[in-house]
């Protein structure tokens, strides 16, 4: 008689008690483990917002102290319209007026009429010289040349120097128009034909204005441009200036008179350091809601008891209190610490910068910084010592690098400890099935031959009553 589920036959060694007893050896030696997996998951997960927030902190600083932050310029004008400013990094920070009299013009020269484009601009073959400025092209021609003919080959030839254009004024008016590319007083334009040449009167300089044949002649002559620069008179051959002040270019727009300051790009610093602020003090405030001990456990941080983390929050707060050596702290500089949070304080800040520009850059950056006695020293630069700190935490093979591969090593040691555990109980509590289907085999058996000899006895008793 075979058994169909275990404890069948006992009613004892059931599948329950099997199960009780392993769910107690899962509490013993299976749940220690998945708790301290459990924490080291936390753990893991913690290290990935905060070290998002240290590589943030680290990022900002770096574009601190990278050249431009404090180099960089801006500049103002009384009024846009009448010239365009641009300062390079480092260009010198100046205040000057400018006073544009005059702007630079190209020069144009214009051809007498022809009724189309295809009229033919010679009745014979020659060479065609054409000056612009200094430069001389020759231009071969033909009885078949035609006007259109004529510009393309004025543009192929010298189109650098100057660009051929056809115009219709009116009905059966055409013109040929030459326009210098560059501006000044030394760009005229001059045709002049080959001895045997045979050009029509239109390309032929016009000698008579007075008469009834138009030839060539000037549209618009080319001249320099003149302004003065705080008084003095200058004199360019374009009205694009890079020339007069180093770094600086001026664009010319119109005649007349604008105030221009060239200074710091103040808002670019600001934005940089406020950028800064904020990064830091996030980043701190997430230090610290992980690293926060509590008697509740949904309050204790994912590194309340964490001798790294906590040496990290103390080494980042403390740099604070330490940069700026004999040149200062960072509170003179307009950087608020309030239990080490930060703060931008504009006002201070833009106040050092009108004093002396170039000691807030060696302050925050590194250089020579003078001292209010007029001596001067060699300093690191609060912001490239910050950033030294940081460095030990968020680059390469940093601290931090070293702190997440330890929490990996330690989730793969333990569920590597998990499954051997589990493994273990599988294998025992197997064994301990097999072992209690053969009790209860056996209990049955004994079961059914005391049923067999009850009924026996029975049946004797039975009959002789």
């Given at each position: 008689m075979g058994i169909s589920s275990l404890g069948a036959g006992s009613s004892i060694l059931t599948q329950d008690v099997?199960?009780?007893?392993?769910?107690?050896?899962?509490?013993?030696?299976?749940?220690?483990?998945?708790?301290?997996?459990?924490?080291?998951?936390?753990?893991s997960a913690a290290f990935e917002t905060l070290n998002a927030h240290i590589e943030s902190v680290y990022e900002s600083l770096k574009s601190l102290t990278e050249y431009g932050v404090f180099e960089g310029r801006a500049t103002s004008l009384s009024s846009e319209d009448f010239v365009d400013?641009?300062?390079e990094d480092s260009s010198d920070i100046q205040d000057f007026t400018l006073n544009v009299t005059q702007l630079a013009t190209k020069e144009i020269e214009q051809s007498g009429k022809f009724t189309t484009k295809t009229d033919s601009i010679s009745s014979g073959s020659g060479t065609m010289e054409l000056n612009i400025g200094d430069e001389k092209f020759s231009i071969d021609y033909t009885a078949d040349t035609t006007l259109e003919d004529l510009k393309e080959l004025i543009n192929k030839k010298?189109?650098?120097?100057?660009?051929?254009?056809?115009?219709?004024?009116?009905?059966?008016?055409f013109r040929l128009l030459l326009s210098s590319d560059n501006t000044?007083?030394?760009?005229?334009?001059?045709?002049?034909?080959?001895?045997?040449g045979s050009l029509v009167d239109a390309l032929k300089p016009d000698a008579d204005p007075d008469d009834d044949i138009d030839g060539m002649t000037n549209v618009q002559s080319g001249v320099d441009a003149e302004f003065t620069f705080n008084g003095l008179a200058i004199t360019r051959s374009n009205n694009s200036i890079d020339d007069l002040l180093s770094g600086v270019t001026i664009k010319l727009k119109k005649v007349?008179?604008?105030?221009?300051?060239?200074?710091q790009d103040r808002e670019k610093i600001e934005e940089?350091?406020?950028?800064?602020?904020?990064?830091y003090n996030s980043a701190m405030y997430q230090l610290?809601?992980?690293?926060?001990?509590?008697?509740?456990?949904?309050?204790?941080g994912a590194f309340s008891s964490d001798s790294t983390m906590k040496g990290m929050k103390n080494a980042l707060k403390n740099i604070l209190s330490v940069v700026g050596g004999d040149a200062g702290r960072l509170q003179s500089f307009g950087i608020e610490i309030d239990d080490g949070r930060l703060s931008l304080d504009s006002e201070m800040l833009n106040k050092k910068l009108d004093e002396d520009p170039d000691s807030v850059h060696?302050?925050?950056?590194?250089?020579?910084?003078?001292?209010?006695?007029?001596?001067?020293?060699?300093?690191?630069?609060?912001?490239?010592?910050?950033?030294?700190?940081?460095?030990?935490y968020a680059k390469g093979g940093s601290i931090l690098d070293k702190y997440n591969t330890s929490i990996s090593d330690r989730i793969d040691s333990l569920t590597k400890q998990r499954e051997k555990a589990v493994e273990r109980l599988d294998n025992s509590y197997a064994i301990m099935t097999k072992r209690f289907a053969a009790y209860d085999l056996i209990i049955n058996q004994f079961n059914q031959a005391s049923d067999m000899f009850t009924q026996m006895i029975n049946a004797e008793i039975a009959s002789k009553s």
């Open positions: 099997i199960d009780q007893l392993k769910a107690a050896d899962n509490a013993k030696f299976v749940a220690p483990v998945d708790a301290k997996i459990k924490n080291e998951n936390a753990k400013i641009k300062a010298a189109g650098d120097s100057v660009t051929a254009t056809i115009v219709q004024i009116a009905d059966g008016d000044g007083t030394n760009q005229a334009i001059s045709i002049s034909d080959s001895d045997d007349g008179s604008t105030e221009v300051s060239v200074k940089k350091i406020t950028n800064f602020v904020d990064k610290g809601e992980d690293t926060k001990s509590s008697k509740d456990e949904d309050e204790r060696a302050y925050f950056i590194g250089g020579t910084f003078t001292k209010d006695d007029g001596s001067t020293i060699e300093v690191e630069g609060a912001f490239t010592e910050i950033e030294s700190e940081f460095a030990k």
